[in-house]
């Protein structure tokens, strides 16, 4: 049995982008639409190995996509927001608008 959203509206966070590091991936890539893998991890002032982990669940929810390969001789990851990911930052941000309200 589902149950009715909450007139308060906290339902409507996206648990997947919500977390911290997620979240900073979704602002930068919406402003960015691609970033490279290092740069990212620069940016967000996080270790290699979680940002991976919280890229995985981006991509799981096909709200980024990943592309591997190389530049020269170099491994190159390159990070790309999704339409789906867009849609559903745009939501987020909604949702986070309306449940923090008017401010003033």
Do not use: C, W
């Not at 979240?23 to 691609?34: C, S």
């Amino acid at each position: 049995m589902a149950t009715a959203p909450s007139p308060f509206g906290i339902d409507r966070i996206d648990e997947v982008i919500h977390g911290r590091l997620r979240l900073g991936v979704m602002a930068y890539l919406a402003n960015a639409d691609v970033a490279d893998f290092n740069e990212l991890k620069a940016v967000l002032e996080v270790t290699q190995g979680n940002l991976s982990v919280q890229l995985r669940k981006l991509e799981e929810a096909n709200y980024v996509s990943i592309e591997k390969g190389y530049l020269g001789r170099k491994p190159r990851t390159q990070v790309r927001i999704t339409p789906a990911g867009r849609k559903a930052f745009a939501a987020y941000l909604e949702a986070l608008s309306k449940l923090i309200g008017p401010q003033g």
